[in-house]
T-cell receptor
Framework: KAGVTQTPRYLIKTRGQQVTLSCSPISGHRSVSWYQQTPGQGLQFLFEYFSETQRNKGNFPGRFSGRQFSNSRSEMNVSTLELGDSALYLC????????????FGPGTRLTVT | AQTVTQSQPEMSVQEAETVTLSCTYDTSESDYYLFWYKQPPSRQMILVIRQEAYKQQNATENRFSVNFQKAAKSFSLKISDSQLGDAAMYFCAYRMNTGNQFYFGTGTSLTVIP
């Protein structure tokens, strides 16, 4: 079974621009979660989607948004990028209603200049 | 609010020796799950071990075992017979029984010395 894939792997953007990151979960997984990872802060939970609905949301500004498609693929969008948005963005998928663990993708390294 | 604390930003261990990574958490829930994840330098996060709070027996996966102290809200990871491939960032994580939000600690960077 293929693992979680994320595209692109690396991205460089300029302040004020917007960006869209993509995540394809493991086949059969209906839940997709997004995390922001920065040195010293660890992993910060952004949001979770399950069956195309946002089920949980972390404490991030409204510039961060996401969606999930009927095939469980998910996208995350950040508008009006700030320097502080530079981070590794990780996507994780899990089976469904009561998953026990999440399976992570390799991440997208976003650099904002 | 749930918080997960890893008080050791960096640890080192000699190859073949044993090392213990610490993790404490704060929750008012009685039913939850705890995890240790490993993130090697290539960045792919891998599940190491999982513990259900309702189970008194400590989880074990080959060379990896946990010491789960529910009353103390402590969840440490012991790595026996350390290998060079164990070098990575280790994250402790918590999830309630309901919902699917994971809370992660800030990680412990483990160096294995040959």
């Amino acid at each position: 079974k293929a693992g979680v894939t994320q595209t692109p792997r690396y991205l460089i953007k300029t302040r004020g621009q917007q960006v869209t990151l993509s995540c394809s979960p493991i086949s059969g997984h209906r839940s997709v979660s997004w995390y922001q990872q920065t040195p010293g802060q660890g992993l910060q939970f952004l949001f979770e989607y399950f069956s195309e609905t946002q089920r949980n949301k972390g404490n991030f500004p409204g510039r961060f948004s996401g969606r999930q498609f009927s095939n469980s693929r998910s996208e995350m969008n950040v508008s009006t990028l700030e320097l502080g948005d530079s981070a590794l963005y990780l996507c994780a998928s899990s089976v469904g209603d009561k998953p026990y663990e999440q399976y992570f993708g390799p991440g997208t390294r976003l650099t904002v200049t | 609010a749930q918080t997960v604390t890893q008080s050791q930003p960096e640890m080192s261990v000699q190859e073949a020796e044993t090392v213990t990574l610490s993790c404490t958490y704060d929750t008012s829930e009685s039913d939850y799950y705890l995890f240790w994840y490993k993130q090697p330098p290539s960045r792919q996060m891998i599940l190491v071990i999982r513990q259900e709070a309702y189970k008194q027996q400590n989880a074990t996966e080959n060379r990896f075992s946990v010491n789960f102290q529910k009353a103390a809200k402590s969840f440490s990871l012991k790595i026996s017979d350390s290998q060079l491939g164990d070098a990575a960032m280790y994250f402790c994580a918590y999830r309630m029984n309901t919902g699917n939000q994971f809370y992660f600690g800030t990680g412990t960077s483990l160096t294995v010395i040959p």
